[in-house]
């Protein structure tokens, strides 16, 4: 990975995500990561040419705002999608057999009433690639290889705590 200051891409997450497409079939996890952040793939600064994941990119995340949290799942048990917050969800491939696939979660849309995930919006970077199937909607119950919550440290001050923004902490100078 490289050194935040010799790559300045944006700081924290992107208030909307983007669709983009990979450019090439190992780098989803690498194109999911650019849509949070809200930078093209090909300026992310990272390799495109081989598979990374999710845990390759605390460090990288992290110099830029944003804590990347592993969620835990298991057999389909575990933690669910909350509402308020990003995730980088790990699926199996539609298109091979045995492989893996990275996807892009927006749960910070607005609800309405009947249908509390109806604001939700689903990224899935094999968009745009010809002759591939691709995710429209994934659920947390028996898809999800496994997902990590990202949680935006630097542009608003607020994390994703459970369902609810949790405030920022204040510091204080010492007496």
Known sequence: MSDASS?????GLAKRIEQQTQPNGASCTQTCIAMALGVPVA????????GLDFDDFGVYLAERGVWLRRCIIVDGRGERFQQGCVYIVGVRSLNLIGGDHAVILDARGEATNTNPRSGWKFYDPNVGRDGLKVYTWVDDTGQVVDFCELRDRSRWGVVCVGNKPAPAVETKAAP
């Open 7 to 11: 790559n300045p891409v944006a700081q």
């Open 43 to 50: 300026e992310l600064g990272v390799p495109l040419d081989n």
